[in-house]
């Protein structure tokens, strides 16, 4: 796959990116070759090769899955000009 001129400057466009004439040939080499290492890529065989999430084998840190009101119903409500039991309390509104 390949990237030409107009390519180049339609996806400048929908990323609401300014380039000059000169900026965008430059550009199109640069992306020619992105795409040029891309699909060397998909040419190595990866059967048999487990996903990664790090190059270090390491433990995902995680936090104890508890429900909890934050502590911080107090300070929610202290601005409020009528609360109960840390409630917002609104008139009733019968039309």
Known sequence: M????AT????AHLARIA?????ASRM???LNVILGFVEQLSEVDVDG???MTSVMPMAMKKREDV???GSKADDIVA?????TDNFF????VVE
């Open 2 to 5: 390949s990237v030409d001129l």
């Open 8 to 11: 180049v400057k339609r996806v």
């Open 19 to 23: 380039v000059t004439d000169e900026e």
């Open 28 to 30: 199109e080499g640069e």
């Open 49 to 51: 090769v487990e996903p």
């Open 67 to 69: 429900v909890t009101d």
């Open 79 to 83: 601005n409020a000009p009528e609360t």
């Open 89 to 92: 309390m609104v008139p009733k």
